[in-house]
């Protein structure tokens, strides 16, 4: 009999990869080019050249014994760390050291790392709906308790009113994501700043720790000139959780890193604790080659003017069908109203015509889907008769 935490996990089990799994189905009756999966946030741009290269120089020059073998420290190589950190100052005008940074197995490595750092039974971890599912799983690993804030559908910016009135004495972290999935909003610098000055108070109050994990997979992928604030700044008991999966189109390969500056509480416990965790969770140490290569790759980035086209084609193919979505200013992910209250019936009905997207209570956000547009191009077009079809059902009645 399986563990009883689990039960309800396999029961509440990704709709992402459910759908994903349906697609694969789908393919298999229709043909691929005839099936318009946008359910899996899964890089359809390859990976920069400079990878390759970087991987054979690796293999070629390295020791493999060394390039192969355990980290002298769990998080990680020490030239690998600094190289981070003197990329992230060169770039945001921080004054992190090698030090500061840990090499993880992703970002979900990361964010499990530091939730089993800090969390401690009953502790709540608030997030801001919509929000990538896994955070309550994540939560849920540690006994920690997953407080939701209600989602902002005017322009899915959070909703600091209800934020300042959630956080108690029980909170010890709050989770952000932006470029956020599933919506593609940024959070804005002013959004950042009432946000920080919001806990700075709270932490005040209450006479406790309140730690600020930002999640950051997305941050590359963004339009138009954009900015994306980096968060350490605003903040002082600011964590933040970076991974390739998507500036390099490395999903598969599980590398990333944790920023746990100087200015957080207690940094050197949190460090030396986050460096416990990794081995103690079972990663032991962050993929070795993997380290390496994104070391060599740090100034490199995946072309964006690919998921910016495919953007631009779906948000205005879907608002001239007569669908309701707010246009994404990063990450690959468009979040749609349903245009009935039940989107699990909408996205059953999108099956029929070969559609598969995700229901927005994935993310804590009914009434909305989600539509991941790192597909081809031609998936795009395609598509678009296909949702014009969908719409018939629900705007010509």
Known sequence: MIAEKMKGMVANSSAIRAMFEEGNRLAGIYGAENVYDFSLGNPNVAAPQAVKKAIIELLDEEDPVVLHGYTNSNCGYADVRKAVADSLNERFGTAFEGKNIVMTVGAAGGLNVILKTLINPGDEVIAFAPYFGEYRSYTNNYDGVLVEISPNTVDFQPKLDEFEEKITPKT???????????TGVVYSEETIRKMAAIMEAKQKEY??????????????LVYGGVEVPYLTKYYDNTIVGYSYSKSLSLPGERIGYLVIPDEVKDSEDVLSAANVATRILGFVNAPTLQQKVVAKCLNEKTDISYYDRNRETLYNGLTECGFECIKPEGAFYLFMKAPIADEKAFCAAAKKYNILIVPGSSFACPGYVRIAYCVAYETIVNSLPKFKELAKEYFQK
């Open 207 to 220: 006479g406790t720790d309140i730690y600020l994990i930002s999640d950051e997979p997305y941050r590359e």
């Open 172 to 182: 010890k972290a709050v989770v952000v994501n932006t470029p956020n999935n599933p």
